[in-house]
C-alpha cells in the first residue's frame, strides 16, 4: 500500500484546485531531452495529477512515446508501468511518511533505464484539508539522498528553486 484512505481523500480535493500539480509544466523541456538522451520509447508519470507533464511534452512538439500517467487519486489511470523514463515530479515530498518505502519500491519496480525525480525540501504553499502542510516530508537533499540511494544509482543531483532534481538508474545486477 502507498496511500492511507483518509489522505487518498485529501489529495483528491487538492486536485479540484487547477494551480496544483502544475510543477511537470516546468520540467518538461528537461525530460524531452533527458528521453532524447537515452532514446526513451516510454514514459512512465508516477504522480501525475492532470497530466500535465504529457500535454506540456506534446506543446513542445514531443509526443513520440508511449506515456502511461499513474496518480492514486485518479484511479482510471490504472496501475504504474514500467517504462524507459519514470518522471515523479513534485511527488515525493507529499507521501505520507509510514508509505515512503512502499513508494520508493514501486519506482524501482518500473525503471528500467533511468528515473527522472523532484523534491522539494521546505514547506508548501498548499495546506491539507486537516491544516497539514502538503508537503509532509521537508527534509533536505543529504535525507533524501541515502533514501534514494537503497533503490537507485545516483547518476545526476542538481539543486533547484526549493529543492532539487536527481537522475537515477536501477542498481547493476552485477
Not at 508519470?45 to 507533464?53: E, H, P
Not at 506534446?58 to 489511470?77: I, K, M, R, T, V
Not at 534514494?148 to 542538481?158: D, K, M, P, V, Y
Request: glycine share 8%.
Amino acid at each position: 500500500m502507498t496511500i492511507s484512505a483518509e489522505y487518498l481523500e485529501q489529495q483528491k480535493q487538492l486536485h479540484q484546485n487547477p494551480n496544483y500539480g502544475v510543477a511537470s509544466l516546468q520540467y518538461a523541456p528537461l525530460v524531452i531531452e533527458l528521453a532524447d538522451q537515452i532514446g526513451a520509447k516510454s514514459i512512465s508519470d508516477y504522480g501525475a495529477g492532470k497530466c500535465n507533464l504529457q500535454k506540456k511534452m506534446n506543446e513542445l512538439g514531443q509526443s513520440e512515446f508511449q506515456y502511461y500517467p499513474y496518480d492514486p487519486a485518479f484511479p482510471e489511470y490504472g496501475d504504474p508501468k514500467e517504462a524507459d523514463l519514470v518522471c515523479c515530479i513534485d511527488v515525493l515530498e507529499h507521501i505520507e511518511p509510514l508509505y515512503l518505502e512502499a513508494v520508493l519500491k514501486d519506482l524501482e519496480g518500473i525503471t528500467s533505464k533511468i528515473g527522472f525525480f523532484t523534491i522539494h525540501t521546505g514547506p508548501a504553499v498548499k495546506h491539507l484539508s486537516d491544516g497539514r502542510n502538503a508537503h509532509l516530508i521537508q527534509r533536505p537533499a543529504s535525507w533524501w539522498l541515502p533514501q534514494l540511494g537503497e533503490h537507485f544509482e545516483i547518476a545526476q543531483l542538481q539543486r533547484s528553486p526549493g529543492g532539487f532534481w536527481i537522475v537515477v538508474e536501477p542498481h547493476s545486477s552485477s
